[in-house]
Structure formats: C-alpha cells, structure tokens
C-alpha cells in the first residue's frame, strides 16, 4: 500500500479538495496541543512524505517548508495547557482538529484524520496510524510537529531550566526531576503532573 491510496479512491469519486488533519502534542506534560490541517495538490506531490515520527528534525523542517509553499491551504490551530487542564485532552483535540479544518480558507470536500471519530463536522474519514498510511495527513502531521517543536524551543528562552528546547514538553526523566525540583511553570498542564507533583 502507498500513502496515496485514501485520495485516489476519493479522488476517483469525484472529490476535489481533500483535507488531512493531524494533532501533535496529545502527550507532554508541557505546552499546547497543536493540529494542522492542508489541502494538498495531487498533481505535485512532495516526495519523501510519511509519519513525521519517523523523519529527522532537518529533514521534517525541509518536507514542511515545500508543504506550506506547495499546498492549496493550511491552517495550524493550537489549544493552550490552561485549556487543556479544564476541558481535558480529548476534548482539546477535538477542538483542535475542528479549529484546524475551519480555518481552511477553502472548504474540503472530505476530510481524513488522523486516529479516532472524533465528530467532525465534515464528511471525514478517520484512519488509525493516518500520518504513515494517508499522504495529506502526513503533510499535516510535519506541518503541525515542525511548528509545535518550534513553538517549544521559543519558550525554552522564556523557561530556560526546563529544557524544553530538548524534550519539547514530553515527560523526560530530566523533565520530571526538574518539576519535582523546582515546581512547575505557567506552561505545565497541571492535570498531566499531579502524580508526582501536589501544590
């Protein structure tokens, strides 16, 4: 199976613009989650595109400049750890994703997403392991993970003694000694520390 094999058959039943949609930075302990969603061209595709776990920090910052120069629409929409904290993971991505797809400035005639039903508004297909199987949800998966691991090492600078700018977020053995240390910032999702970290 290739990575295009989803848009060809939507393709082939007469779609036009088809969106993918992924979520990156459901697990840290630290910072927003982050969706993109694009609607790429079919004739130009960009080659080397996959899993953005599975490519190099270098290599996803190339792959995700080539996808926003290249593609039809883009649009990254970001849920803050405050938010995460009082609607809970699940409903931040829910609105993350959805947030991602809206802000599209063309409107998708379907939708493939990364992972679970989550209720898009759209006519959407939900594909498990989607970044690796789906190309467009690939592109949005380097789209999202470039600018989420960006956005982190940004607020290295502002949080130094984290550092963020390594595990960008994630729960590191680092990390955690240095929550269990000094306490946590203003950037911590207080529902994912409370098992080693009581205020």
Not at 67 to 84: D, G, N, Q, Y
Not at 113 to 120: A, F, Q, S, T
Request: hydrophobic share 40%; proline share 4%.
């Amino acid at each position: 199976m290739d990575n295009l094999e989803y848009e060809r058959k939507y393709i082939n039943s007469g779609a036009k613009f088809i969106a993918g949609v992924d979520e990156v930075g459901r697990g840290p302990l630290a910072g927003p989650v982050v969706c993109a969603a694009v609607i790429m061209p079919m004739d130009d595709i960009v080659d080397g595109v996959t899993d953005s776990k599975k490519l190099s920090a270098k290599k996803r910052e190339e792959l995700s400049k080539i996808i926003r120069e290249k593609a039809l629409a883009c649009s990254i929409f970001e849920v803050s750890e405050r938010e995460i904290d009082e609607i809970n993971i699940l409903q931040a991505v829910k609105k993350c994703m959805t947030g991602a797809v809206m802000g599209l400035k063309i409107k998708p005639d379907v939708v493939l997403c990364d992972g679970l039903d989550i209720g898009l508004p759209f006519n959407t297909e939900y594909i498990i392991k989607g970044d690796f199987k789906s190309y467009t949800i690939g592109c949005a998966s380097i789209v999202a993970k470039v600018y989420r691991d960006n956005l982190m090492i940004k607020k290295a600078e502002e949080f130094p003694e984290y550092g963020f700018d390594k595990h960008k977020g994630y729960g590191t053995k680092a990390h955690i000694d240095k929550i269990r240390e000094i306490g946590p910032c203003s950037l911590h999702r207080k529902t994912f520390i409370k098992n080693f970290w009581e205020n």
